[in-house]
């Protein structure tokens, strides 16, 4: 994995194997202008997809493919991923443009993607502590500049009407991952969690909206400008769709809850020493961008979205068990799932006492 504020370089050994002859011969037939010869390398981040970089003496392109082996039904669409980038390309929110798609398990086993590869910094570091200190409120604001476009678009508008299912967001999605971590028994189960799963169909607030959401709207799935705080892609749409645009938000703004060690967060850190804007003043600044007063019921909206983190996390820790998982990092994150548990029965435990 890179260091923080590194670019996108962190590529590395090739941890699951690519058919380099297949995969040659079908980039020289479906995208435009590719010549070899022909390197590879696997990225080392990506926990469900694996994606590799692929370079060549004149260009440098992204491949995500969706794992081999035995996976849970619908995870891990790397074409639907290819759908929803296709479709954003002309909007204001930025993405890879994408170069080409195979549906033909002949070629590499499994579904794959490829896509331009936007040079730039990944910030691992929600701190971004490797720019100046009176520059980072800008990259947050540029962050919150993103997800309030994207949560202003409409969906049919862009030709993603269809993309999931209006309404009911949160009894589907409490729903969906709640039987992914209760139906997975080698991963085991969490007594926090098992809490957690219990109460969140009790506390769904009653508003409802639809928007196309990201789902892991992180600063390590951005790729910023070399110099400027700037964002050139958003990355890891694997779990994109239609939903509540403030569960998409608040997932996002976890970065303000989240230990540095699990994903990219400043752990209840103050952020007005860091150069960062507080969690209340960055909630204000989406609130204006989108066209909102406030926003009711914050609490159940980060509780749930530790919630889905954690139920994220269970389903690393059954890829390890299996021997599948893609990410050099993946047995970490395993880990660290009953902290994380833990941190979403906290979430909970504030709603509650509200």
């Known amino acids: 994995m890179p260091t923080e504020a590194d670019s996108n370089e962190g590529a590395g050994v090739i941890r ?26 696997q990225f080392n981040g990506g926990q469900s997809n694996p994606t590799y970089r692929l370079s060549t003496p004149a260009a440098r392109y992204v491949l995500r493919r969706k794992p081999p082996g035995a996976i849970l ?10 759908r929803v980038l296709s479709a954003l390309e002309p909007t204001p929110v930025p993405v890879p443009r994408i170069l ?7 070629v590499l086993g499994s579904d794959f993607v490829v896509m331009e590869m936007v040079e730039g910094r990944i910030f691992w570091d929600a701190a971004f502590s490797q720019v100046p200190r009176d520059e980072r409120g800008r990259y947050y604001d540029a962050m919150n500049a993103v997800i309030a476009a994207m949560h202003s678009l409409d969906p049919q508008a862009v030709g993603l009407g269809d993309f999931g299912r209006a309404g009911n967001y949160f009894e589907r999605q409490i729903g969906r991952w709640s039987q992914q971590y209760l139906a997975d028994d080698l991963a085991g189960r969490d007594p926090d969690m098992d809490a957690v799963v219990e109460w969140l169909p009790t506390a769904i607030p009653p508003d409802d909206e639809t928007r196309l959401v990201h789902g892991d709207f992180r600063c390590d799935n951005m790729i910023f400008h070399p110099t400027e705080p700037r964002i050139l892609a958003v990355l890891d749409w694997e779990l994109s769709t239609l939903g509540h645009p403030l569960a998409d938000f608040a997932y996002h703004a976890m970065m ?16 007005v020493p860091l150069g960062l ?7 204000t600044a989406y609130c204006r961008r989108t066209g909102r007063e406030s ?16 139920a994220i996390f269970h389903g690393i820790k059954g890829r390890v068990l299996r021997g599948n998982a893609s990410s050099a990092n993946a047995r970490e994150r395993a880990e660290a799932f009953p902290r994380l548990a833990r941190l979403a029965r906290e979430a909970m435990d504030r709603c509650m006492a509200r």
Do not use: Q
């Open 73 to 82: 039904k619908g995870a891990h669409d790397v074409l639907r991923e290819a």
């Open 295 to 310: 926003i009711a019921d914050w609490n159940f909206y980060m509780a749930f979205s530790f919630f889905r983190l954690a």
């Open 256 to 271: 303000y809850r989240m230990p540095s060690d699990i994903v990219a967060g400043l752990g209840g850190a103050d952020p």
């Open 16 to 41: 699951t194997a690519v058919d380099e002859a297949a995969l040659l011969a079908w980039l020289h037939t479906n995208v435009a202008g590719f010549a070899g010869p022909l390197t590879i390398d």
């Open 277 to 283: 804007p507080t969690e209340e003043d960055y909630i």
């Open 100 to 106: 080409g798609t195979c549906n033909d398990p002949a």
